[in-house]
């Protein structure tokens, strides 16, 4: 069974710069498609950045895009997410999957994710 721990988050103000981290295990890891879901207060979950098995191919949300990057360590079996300019309607609990190619997350488990909260 998969293992997520997602990692990094905290307060910060608008405009400033968090990195997010999310240690996998349990499964291949270098075999999967790796992405970052956030949820804010009241909302559904929703799909914020992807990034392909070898790290060619990235993905991202029109609201993150130009602001966020995916990066992936295969050897750490960690993925990150380098958040920069932020606003504070990017304030979510912040959480890492496999998505398909749909963006609908492949495992069924999920990590306790990382609180981010950005001040205006």
């Known amino acids: 069974q998969v293992q997520l721990v997602e990692s990094g988050g905290g307060l910060v103000q608008a405009g400033g710069s968090l990195r997010l981290s999310c240690a996998a295990s349990g499964r291949t890891f270098s075999n999967y498609d790796m992405g970052w879901y956030r949820q804010a207060p009241g909302k559904e979950r929703e799909f914020v950045a992807a990034?392909?098995?070898?790290?060619?191919?990235?993905y991202y949300a029109d609201s993150v895009k130009g602001r966020f990057t995916i990066s992936r360590d295969n050897a750490k079996n960690t993925v990150y997410l380098q958040m920069n300019s932020l606003k504070p309607e990017d304030t979510a609990r912040y959480y890492c999957n496999a998505p398909d190619g749909s963006e609908n997350p492949v495992f069924d488990t999920w990590g306790q994710g990382t609180q981010v909260t950005v001040s205006s």
């Open positions: 990034l392909s098995w070898s790290g060619g191919s990235t």
